[in-house]
């Protein structure tokens, strides 16, 4: 079954717009961690945010925010202010014991910033 | 954050060739290294995981024997593929991590893009 589900195969966003990528996950476990990477062309994974199962107030870095909504089980991306620079796949995972917290990945979703 | 690095970054070679791809962490010791294939456009499928002193796990569907990893030390580990063919052409993604499971981020190196003519 899949873990993480990502609709978006590709997203179009204007310069300096946010943009909302979907992640929806699946799991009976109680204690799970979310990750959100970045991959550019150049093909290296960047790392951008984790949340917690049980973190009750959703993750902020920079930029970019989780919407967590436990019931629902989202964990989406908000990437603030886009900038040219943010062109990339962008990939939701997630850790859990009946995984053996090893990562499971989603299938991505392309962003491509307009100028 | 910490460093994970990759040689080589591209390989090309013929059908029937072996290819070693080295994965090192370069600031800190790796309780676990993990080896990821990924084709153009998809996402990262998750080959094998391994331990250092310990034989790799292998995922389902993954050849133990095509696709021979080595996890001499705590900052290297190496993923050979055997007798290559066009089909094991793909982007190769080792990743590394320490410390406990759950709240960990795992370390990617740069990758290895694979091409058998």
């Known amino acids: 079954a899949q873990k993480i589900t990502q609709t978006q195969p590709g997203m179009f966003v204007q310069e300096k717009e946010a943009v909302t990528l979907d992640c929806t996950y699946d799991?009976?476990?109680?204690?799970?961690?979310l990750f959100w990477y970045k991959q550019p062309s150049s093909g290296e994974m960047i790392f951008l945010i984790y949340?917690?199962?049980?973190?009750?107030q959703n993750a902020t870095e920079g930029r970019y925010s989780l919407n967590f909504q436990k019931a629902r089980k989202s964990a989406n991306l908000v990437i603030s202010a886009s900038q040219l620079g943010d062109s990339a796949m962008y990939f939701c995972?997630?850790?859990?014991?009946?995984?053996?917290?090893?990562?499971?990945f989603g299938a991505g979703t392309t962003v491509t910033v307009r100028a | 954050g910490a460093v994970v690095s990759q040689h080589p970054s591209r390989v090309i070679c013929k059908s029937g060739t072996s290819v070693k791809i080295e994965c090192r962490s370069l600031?800190?010791?790796?309780?676990?290294m993990f080896w990821y294939r990924q084709f153009p456009k998809q996402s990262l499928m998750l080959m094998a995981t391994?331990?250092?002193?310990?034989?790799?796990?292998?995922e389902q569907g993954v050849e133990k024997d095509k696709f021979l990893i080595n996890h001499a030390s705590l900052t290297l580990s190496t993923l050979t593929v055997t007798s290559a063919h066009p089909e094991d052409s793909s982007f190769y993604i080792c990743?590394?991590?320490?410390?406990?499971?759950?709240?960990?981020?795992?370390?990617f190196g740069p990758g290895t893009r694979l091409t058998v003519l």
């Open positions: 990743s590394a991590e320490a410390g406990d499971y759950l709240h960990n981020e795992q370390f």
């Open positions: 600031d800190f010791q790796a309780t676990t």
């Open positions: 799991t009976s476990d109680q204690s799970y961690g």
């Open positions: 949340q917690g199962s049980y973190d009750e």
């Open positions: 995972a997630m850790r859990d014991r009946s995984n053996d917290y090893k990562l499971s």
């Open positions: 391994s331990n250092e002193g310990s034989k790799a796990t292998y």
